[in-house]
């Protein structure tokens, strides 16, 4: 059938045509702008086949995507949630600047307030100690209040609560430093000073002290200690270095080299006690490098004083046995009957006769007679 031209066409036909035309496409195309998909295209995804070995085609099972976190931890890394809400451990954590990170050193052996000698821990050879004072006078002099001990592994060897001396009167508790209340010091909660003293001088003879600012300690306990077995962080050179040479303070030692905040408020003896010791522990080493360079002739020569005492000792007990065994045999002697007994002379009254009694010429005596006999040739 031969194909009808336009011009040809009728009124009608034109008319039906133009009412055929496609409608114009809308503007989204020329601007690039995608359109959403409505929730039922989403929901009607095409399923995706995959073929199988004998050529059949079989539906392929959706594997959910691994999320952001599943694959940083497949990687290794953490997200910053997680590490942050993990505590670190103690012996990993390093020095922080952050307040909020620093760790406390309180424990629950504080609940051992004014327990006095601890009955069970050991002392060992290094003793840390602090003490807590208050003010007394018109010069505010310092009085012992509280003095607390701690051996080598930070264990409460010694803590108690101290009278004041009869007739000294508290004018200045420094609750706020000291934690010192007028209620501690009541005869019936605190000790006696000299009760205090004995005890103390006691644990530390013979130990290695260690403490900051040490003599202030030894000064209100009327104590004195050997400097050689004094070791002291604020004067320790490596510790020095922080504070310029000058004397650090406990509490910015303790925050620099354990990451320990104390001393936030009212100061614990035994808290500063095992703070000390923690310190002196890592510096043992440079410690006793430092004592053995200032008093090791002295030490050496200590020692070997002390070994003569030791030998002249046991020689002396060794004379003494031998001295002991020659007379048990003289005494065996006299049982026997073996020795001469000297005859006693009588009168005719039958008394007995007095030996004559002999008397030594002294040596002057005697150049005087020679004296005489020159002077007679003479």
Known sequence: MAQVGVANLSSNWKRLQQTLKPKPKSDDSSLGVKRKRTTESQDEKPKKFHSSSNGTKRPRTELSKPSFAQRRSKMGVSSSKSSASTPRSASNAEPST????????????????????????????????DCEMVGTGPLDDNVLARVSIVNFHGEQI??????PVPGVEVTDYRTFVSGIRPHHLRPDVARPFSE???????????????????KNDLDVLLLSHPKRDIRDTSRHSTFRKMSMGRAPALRKLAKEYLGMEIQAGEHSSVEDARATMM???????AFEKEVKQKY????????????????????KEEQRLAKQNAEGSDSDEDEDGSDNES?????????????????????????NK?????????
Do not use: C, M, W
């Open 98 to 129: 952050n307040p909020e990170d620093v760790v406390s050193t309180r424990t629950s052996t504080d609940s051992l307030v004014n327990q006095g000698l601890h009955p069970t821990h050991k002392p060992g050879k290094f003793l840390a100690i």
């Open 158 to 163: 010694y803590d108690s609560f101290v009278q």
């Open 196 to 214: 205090v003293q004995k005890e103390v001088a006691a644990l530390l003879e013979g130990k290695i002290l260690i403490g900051h600012a040490v």
């Open 279 to 285: 310190l002196f522990k890592l510096e043992k080493e």
């Open 296 to 315: 090791g002739a002295a030490i050496r020569r200590e020692e070997k004083l002390k070994q003569q005492a030791e030998e002249k000792k046991a020689r």
């Open 343 to 367: 005859e006693e002379e009588l009168d005719d009254e039958g008394n007995v006769i007095a030996p004559p009694t002999v008397v030594k010429k002294s040596k002057k005596s005697k150049k």
């Open 370 to 378: 020679k004296r005489k006999k020159r002077t007679k040739r003479a």
